[in-house]
């Protein structure tokens, strides 16, 4: 199975400033056209919230401060400028293979 | 628009059965899998396994091969997944959502079906 390494495990952030949340997997997740890498998030008492696509797809209606990044191993989430809605746990998930896998999670906090 | 609706909240007793439904609005049921995710609490995401209902094709994931039995009803547009011999450990919430086919991000979620195993 691709296991999914998210880092940190939480972070807190000032509004108005950058967070970055980073997953890395197990082996690549990338054809040279696509990365079978998506982001999501939850907030609690909800369902994850898909927000990414394909690594930098943003998906239709989620804010333009959502970013994604990264190819093969290596993604990064960024979210700039924080806002006060923006609390909540992310997760990244791949499709690369079957067993489908999520990263264990980053809960972001305002400082 | 897209809609997934899941069934109520389960209280059920260790070794039992239990059967819990997501009903699809908004889309060609056939067309798109429908992934399950379980949730608890300090566990994270796991997927289960999902199932495309056109064809009644599924995947599972080993862990739960044995646990989780999933079914569709292509004339109500309903999908259901079934867990056995159930154990304290299967207390978690449990999502539907929307897979696509070509590659396996999840658009649309169930509200989400709470299960609580006790005794």
């Known amino acids: 199975d691709i296991v999914l390494t998210q880092s940190p495990a939480s972070l807190a952030v000032s509004l108005g400033q950058r967070a970055t949340i980073s997953c890395r997997a197990s082996?690549?997740?990338?054809?040279?056209?696509?990365?079978?890498m998506h982001w999501y998030q939850q907030k609690p008492g909800q369902p994850p919230k898909l927000l990414i696509k394909?690594?930098?797809n943003l998906e239709s209606g989620v804010p333009a401060r959502f970013s994604g990044s990264g190819s093969g191993t290596d993604f990064t989430l960024n979210i700039h400028p924080v806002e006060e809605e923006d609390t909540a746990t992310y997760y990244c998930q791949h499709s690369w293979e079957i067993p489908l896998t999520f990263g264990a999670g980053t809960k972001l906090e305002l400082k | 628009q897209v809609q997934l609706q899941q069934s109520g909240a389960e209280l059920m007793k260790p070794g039992a059965s239990v059967k819990i439904s997501c009903k699809a609005t908004g889309y060609t049921f056939s067309s798109y899998w429908i992934e399950w995710v379980k949730q608890r609490p300090g566990h994270g995401l796991e997927w289960i396994g999902e199932i495309l209902p056109g064809s009644g094709s599924t995947n599972y994931n080993e862990k739960f091969k044995g646990k989780a039995t999933f079914t569709a009803d292509t004339s109500s547009n309903t999908a259901y997944m079934q867990l056995s011999s159930l154990t304290s450990e299967d207390s978690a919430v449990y999502y539907c959502a929307r897979g696509t086919t070509a590659t396996r991000y999840f658009d649309y979620w169930g509200q989400g079906t709470t299960l609580t195993v006790s005794s």
């Open positions: 082996q690549s997740v990338s054809t040279s056209s696509y990365s079978y």
């Open positions: 394909y690594a930098s």
